[in-house]
């Protein structure tokens, strides 16, 4: 386990990619929560027809919440690797919370990918931003000195 003021280069990254993808989503969020129509984020009418709500106020509050604020935790749990209310995930998988959080959150991304593929396309400019976001991020994951830092050890 690395010293805990020691952080490798790639955990750096990792908790500034967290923190953007966090900011953006509770940017997004907030401007589809304030205006549900879309018109604020150049969403035309056809694009609002062709979601399951008529509305983008589940869209909004899902960026606000999971993309937005769950990344600003995930990004605060990398950098300090404080346990909070999810030591016993670390437990459960042998690494920490926010590592596996981590992990998760690109899974939901990949899904969040397919659903938005599916019903309004992929050609949007902050869908690549997205995407080039998510790719950073994972690939932070899975490099071995991200990988070795977030080793789950009892007692830390």
Known sequence: MYPSGKRPGSVVALC???????????VSGAMLIADPSGAI?????????????????????????????????????????RELFLGWLSHAAKRHWSWTGGMLMMVVLVAWLAVEGALIGLEWAATYMTVAIGVSIFMMLVI???V?????VSGT
Do not use: C, K, N
């Not at 500034?16 to 509770?26: R, T």
């Not at 979601?51 to 950098?79: D, E, H, K, N, T």
């Open 16 to 26: 500034a990619l967290e923190a953007l993808f966090g900011i953006l989503g509770v």
């Open 144 to 146: 071995p000195t991200t």
């Open 148 to 152: 070795v830092y977030y080793r789950f």
């Open 41 to 81: 984020m150049g969403f035309s009418d056809d694009i609002r027809e062709s979601i399951p709500f008529q509305s983008f106020l589940p869209v909004g509050l899902f960026l606000l919440f999971i993309f937005g604020l769950g990344s600003l935790l995930l990004g605060y749990g990398a950098w300090t690797r």
